[in-house]
């Protein structure tokens, strides 16, 4: 299982961007998808996170700001990223826990808030 992850870039504050992230395969086994983050000198963290009914649970400083969704026919999850702030910036990774397999990371997307 390979992850893909597009989207990331430099943004002003108060912008949006739009995570992507695809699995290299059809796989009718993925359950939770999400994205974490990690920061220079900090811990990786989750940012949001989305089960295979859709239920959604996001880290608390991105919730009302930050949307995750996930197309199960083309194996994608989005992260909409709204009023973005500084601290915002990081390195995004991806992640799949695929049922009967294991866990896996994508290859992580720099996102930049920085007027």
């Known amino acids: 299982v390979q992850l893909q992850a597009s989207g990331g870039g430099l943004v002003q504050p108060g912008g949006s961007l739009r995570l992507s992230c695809a699995v290299s395969?059809?796989?009718?086994?993925?359950?939770?998808m999400a994205w974490h983050r990690q920061a220079p000198g900090k811990r990786r963290e989750l940012v949001a996170a989305?089960?295979?009914?859709?239920?959604?649970n996001y880290g608390d400083s991105v919730l009302g700001r930050f949307t995750i969704s996930r197309d199960s026919a083309k194996n994608t999850v989005y992260l909409q990223m709204s009023s973005l702030r500084p601290e915002d910036t990081a390195v995004y990774y991806c992640?799949?826990?695929?049922?009967?397999?294991?866990?896996?990371w994508g290859q992580g997307t720099q996102v930049t808030v920085s007027s």
């Open positions: 395969e059809s796989n009718p086994n993925i359950d939770d």
């Open positions: 989305v089960t295979r009914r859709g239920t959604t």
């Open positions: 992640f799949v826990r695929v049922r009967y397999d294991g866990e896996y």
